[in-house]
């Protein structure tokens, strides 16, 4: 049986329970299963916030050490960044955008995460100047403080900065390089075991919640759901095309035709990285894309261009505050932006990967961890729309890259060959 059948069990044996629970009189049984609900529930949150900043680090670290030195980034290299930077800010306005207009998640109180959000203070208004002030003051800190207290933000600027001397370094710091590939894929590895527990972390989560909540919270996540799909269904079918049209000259039929493949298989996998050679192959051959354009832009855009997948993140921050009865200022929800950014940045290509950033996004602006389990019984679905328009964008920055560099001899990324 697949991780994604038995996910999808364990979400409806989870509701199920948690009805049975909410049904039945206070007492030893509801107790004790409770109290258990909360053990196992509490073992897999812990265990995604204790992989968060390793994993994180060693995806950021990698990604950038995979560029070529700084005597080759010219006109492709700065013209693909820009893309990627375009793209993903189109995206985070749309998903916070559609978040405030349908005002997903408001006028439901929900008492499960009262205890960690007892903590929380919404900090005051900040000025443009003060913010960057702050921002800097809690960022440009020893990064051995900053991984004690699970700061991600340092912790990923620390990595930026390590990346950006791995390449600069060159051949220099090449064993360097090998030891964070092999850090990242022992994450990767710890990762998937956690994964084998997600049917056992989402049946507790579920079960708890429901059994605790007002069922009403079942309408807001079909609703946020609806609004998210739509949203995301919107930015692939309407706002890369255009970009596509405006800027690449090809039509979006033409684009459609020749990625079908690839994005049906991304749809299927729900995994970038596992579509990447198709992605690459539809690229070349449907498309017209030089091989060189192909294997440049789509390698790296599968570690940091997901569309999808910072759209999601940062319309479900403001879902779960919604839900906590939290108004988030415009400084966080710019805190959010850059976040949800950065996490799509350092989120591995592979099934649910962004239910590890999700939670580097929360808690960015002080929400609990333990609210992705709001989040869970819709991710592997969500998943599967999020992570086609992460390879569509992929696909389509190549051909937009390629259309304005034919020109250019294109570098290629260190470690990635066609």
């Known amino acids: 049986m697949s991780l994604n059948t038995q996910i999808l069990i364990a979400a409806v044996l989870g509701v199920a329970f948690g009805f049975t629970l909410n049904e039945l009189p206070a007492g030893t049984f509801v107790d004790s ?25 060693s995806s950021i670290v990698v990604g950038v050490s995979n560029l ?10 700065k013209i693909t960044l820009m893309c990627f930077a375009t793209t993903t800010t189109l995206a985070l306005i749309l998903g916070l955008g559609a978040a405030h207009l349908f005002e997903v998640g408001k006028g439901v109180d929900i008492a499960l995460f009262q205890d960690a959000m007892s903590q929380h203070q919404t900090p005051d208004t900040l000025t443009p100047s003060s913010f960057f002030t702050n921002f800097i003051q809690n960022t440009l800190i020893n990064p051995f403080k900053a991984f004690s207290e699970g700061n991600v933000l340092a912790v990923v600027i620390f990595a930026l900065l390590i990346g950006i001397a791995l390449v600069s370094g060159g051949e220099r710091f090449s064993s360097v390089r090998k030891l964070c590939q092999q850090f ?13 527990l997600a049917p056992l972390g989402i049946f507790a ?23 998210v799909t739509g949203t995301t269904i919107f930015h692939g079918a309407v706002v890369l095309p255009l970009l596509l049209w405006v800027f690449g000259g090809m039509s979006p039929l033409r684009f459609f035709r020749g990625a079908r493949a690839a994005l049906i298989t991304a749809f299927a996998t729900s995994s970038s990285s596992a579509t990447m050679p198709l992605s690459m192959q539809c690229a070349q051959q449907n498309l017209g894309v030089r091989p060189q354009t192909a294997g440049f832009v789509i390698p790296l855009g599968s570690q940091l261009n ?12 403001l879902f779960i505050a919604n839900l906590m009865g939290l108004e988030l200022s415009f400084t966080q929800q710019l805190i959010v932006c850059l976040t949800a950014m950065i996490a799509s940045l350092g989120a591995p290509g592979i099934p649910s990967a962004g239910m ?25 679905l969500l998943d599967t729309v999020r992570t086609v328009v992460n390879v569509q964008g992929d696909i389509m920055i190549s051909v937009v890259v390629d259309h304005h560099t034919q020109d250019e001899d294109l570098p290629t990324p260190i470690g990635n060959t066609v």
């Open 306 to 317: 997901m569309d999808g997948t910072a759209l999601y993140e940062a319309a479900a921050a």
């Open 205 to 227: 989560l579920l079960a708890k919640l429901i059994a605790t909540e007002d069922i009403s919270i079942l309408s807001r996540l079909l609703e946020f759901s609806l609004v």
């Open 33 to 57: 299963s409770l109290y258990g609900l909360n053990i196992a529930s509490s073992i897999f949150i812990g265990l995604l916030k204790m992989l968060l900043i390793p994993l994180i680090f």
């Open 356 to 380: 590890v950033t999700m939670i580097m996004v929360l808690q960015s602006v002080g929400l609990p961890a333990e609210a992705i389990a709001i989040l869970l019984p819709i991710d592997r």
């Open 68 to 77: 070529q030195s700084g005597g080759q980034l010219g006109r492709v290299w």
């Open 184 to 196: 990242f894929d022992i994450m990767m590895l710890m990762i998937s075991w956690v994964m084998k």
